[in-house]
């Protein structure tokens, strides 16, 4: 729990700083709320999906450059951070985070697309009846092992995600060199994965039985907020603890 900790208070201790370089993403989620997601209402078309594609898209080139700014403010001094160590540090860091992702979806459809073929394809019985009958566990058990298969694609992609600070400041790391550096503290990493996943999943459910104000939008917003940046504040600590970097290449 150290690495989770760390991370915490390094956030706590910078939480001006956090404010600073991310109060976009806040209140863009708020924005999106209330301009665009009423508007997605029914069945999906295509419209709808080029919609939510772009605004994934918009959200994603956001956290970057909420991402690196963070990275940048705790790895550099003031006077290094305008030298060329940081010309391409977006689009490198977008291209990763891309690649990550894709990675990320390919996991997660491998665990769960069988799930739920198969819940699909037991129409006489409800999820927790095929739970109970053919897996032998009660639901909140089955929570909890869902909970766990969804942190399996976080914790891979987590154990490869070095590259993303060391994009920032062009330091030579890259995926397969990220994984073997994580190697000591691959359990420290499944429990943020396991923390951060859990906990986004907690808040989307509690918001979600709550009636749509403008209260409860503004608070998932500030909550995915938040969570966002403890999960680029954990990927700093990640990178202090296993590289311990050197100067830059100039």
């Given at each position: ?20 370089v ?25 419209d709808?999906l ?18 690196v ?82 942190t ?9 995600a ?24 691959r ?7 396991f ?33 966002t940046m403890?999960g ?19």
């Open positions: 729990m150290q690495l989770f900790f760390h991370a915490l208070a390094q956030l706590i201790r910078n939480f001006w700083m956090a404010i600073v991310s109060w976009m993403l806040p209140a863009a989620l708020v924005a999106m709320n209330f301009a665009v997601l009423p508007q997605l209402n029914g069945a999906p078309g295509y709808t080029i919609v939510v594609f772009g605004l994934a898209v918009f959200y994603l080139v956001m956290t970057v450059h909420v991402a700014a963070w990275h940048r403010n705790i790895f550099l001094a003031d006077e290094a951070r305008s030298d060329k160590t940081g010309e391409g540090a977006y689009l490198r860091y977008f291209l990763w985070s891309v690649l990550l992702g894709l990675i990320g979806i390919l996991l997660s459809a491998a665990i769960f697309v069988p799930l739920i073929y198969m819940i699909l394809n037991t129409s006489d019985q409800s999820l927790w009846q095929l739970v109970g009958n053919n897996l032998g566990m009660s639901a909140g058990v089955y929570v909890i092992v869902v909970a766990l298969l969804a399996i694609p976080s914790f891979v992609t987590t154990r490869l070095l590259v993303l600070p060391a994009s920032t400041i062009k330091y030579p790391v890259y995926p397969l060199k990220s994984w073997v550096l994580t190697r000591q503290i359990m420290p990493i499944f429990l943020c994965s923390l951060l996943v859990g906990g986004l999943t907690a808040s989307n459910i509690y918001f979600g039985l709550l009636p749509t104000t403008p209260y409860t939008v503004v608070a998932e917003s500030l909550v995915a907020w938040f969570v403890l680029i504040s954990i990927l700093t600590v990640m990178f202090e603890v296993c590289v311990a970097p050197e100067p830059a290449e100039e």
